[in-house]
């Protein structure tokens, strides 16, 4: 317990440290931290629903996966504006939609996700 502690305060202290203006990268990564830190709190709290605690440690880490993915998600949204106004100009990103065939079956993507460091 005393690990997971130190493990989240650790994790607090390296993310608060992020300057005023925060690129994609840094929003997306952030809200997955706070997303792990707050599933991993939750996934504590329902171990006060079973009789022996002990036995179900990996809800706090099933907490803690949930979280980061649905944090992932939500700085993904965060940080991805559909339409941008730069210098007076206003762009609308909508994804491109590529198809390749692989063997005998045709396979259409996406790139949802383009995160600049």
Known sequence: MKRLI???LAV??????????ETRGAVVMKDTAYGAITGAIIGAAFLAFEEKPSD???YISYGAAGGAIVG???GVYEATAL???ENGKTKIAMPT???QVKGIEKVA???VLKVKF
Do not use: N, Q, R, Y
């Open 12 to 21: 607090m202290v390296m993310f608060s440290s992020f300057g005023f203006a």
């Open 72 to 74: 992932a998600i939500f």
């Open 97 to 99: 939609i590529k198809t």
């Open 83 to 85: 339409v941008e106004i």
């Open 6 to 8: 130190v493990a989240v």
């Open 56 to 58: 179900h440690l990996e």
């Open 109 to 111: 993507s996406t790139d």
